[in-house]
């Protein structure tokens, strides 16, 4: 079983809304990912959890909080969004294997599109 | 920073095989090439990855050039749902971050 899943599918938030996507995997990875994917563009790495620590933030604006609450779940919290901010929002999960140099394939979920009014 | 170039879009007939080329003329002794595609809408999907040998498995090929600065991604026999942007990227050398590059716009054409 190689599935990601990702909750809602679809949200729609105003720019004063906190709202929060949610992603899951039961395939006993311990890094989990998430990527933002504007229209017609390539996914961009957002954040990195590793072992259910941060590991990396791509100097992400504050105003996208994730949260990893165990090494099947991670969220993405959402406060004071702008427009531009709406996108897919692309979660993924790998083995996880921190400083190894063997390969980490990564599963995608099917994303959350979210759109900011 | 992008580590890899690809066309912007290509067409193949309905049942002929599909080369889909790649470069990364700067990766690293033991950086792996991962291959991905991502048909409309929906989350990228793991296709091959290979470092230095030719690899195959059910979906596709992953031919890599000796020098390793350039890969092609072969779909044997193309599909009408093979019409996807397939995505070439160069797995960071530490770390697990992957930095996708542009994509292939591929159109299977009937």
């Known amino acids: 079983d190689t599935e990601v899943t990702q909750t809602p599918k679809h949200l729609v938030m105003g720019m004063t809304n906190k709202k929060s996507l949610k992603c899951e995997q039961h395939?006993?990875?311990?890094?989990m990912y998430w990527y933002k994917q504007k229209a017609k563009k390539p996914p961009e790495l957002m954040f990195v959890?590793?072992?259910?620590?941060?590991?990396i933030n791509e100097s992400v604006p504050s105003r996208f909080s994730p949260e990893c609450p165990n090494s099947s779940l991670l969220n993405l919290h959402l406060h004071a969004l702008q427009p531009e901010d709406s996108a897919l929002y692309l979660c993924?999960?790998?083995?996880?294997?921190?400083?190894?140099?063997?390969?980490?394939?990564?599963?995608f979920g099917p994303g959350t599109r979210l759109t900011v009014l | 920073d992008a580590k890899t170039t690809q066309p912007t879009s290509m067409d193949c007939a309905e049942g002929r095989a599909a080369n889909l080329p790649c470069n990364h003329s700067?990766?690293?002794?033991?950086?792996?090439v991962y291959w991905y595609r991502q048909i409309h809408s929906q989350g990228p999907q793991y296709i091959i990855h290979g470092l230095k040998n030719n690899e195959t498995n059910e979906m596709a090929s992953l031919i890599i050039t000796e020098d390793r600065k350039s890969s092609t991604l072969i779909l044997p026999h193309a599909t009408l749902r093979d019409t996807a942007v397939y995505y070439c990227i160069v797995r960071a050398y530490t770390g697990n971050q992957f930095y996708f590059g542009t994509g292939t716009s591929l159109t299977v054409i009937p």
């Open positions: 993924a999960s790998s083995q996880g294997s921190g400083t190894s140099r063997s390969t980490d394939t990564q599963y």
């Open positions: 395939m006993g990875h311990r890094a």
């Open positions: 700067t990766i690293s002794g033991n950086e792996y």
């Open positions: 959890y590793s072992y259910e620590k941060l590991s």
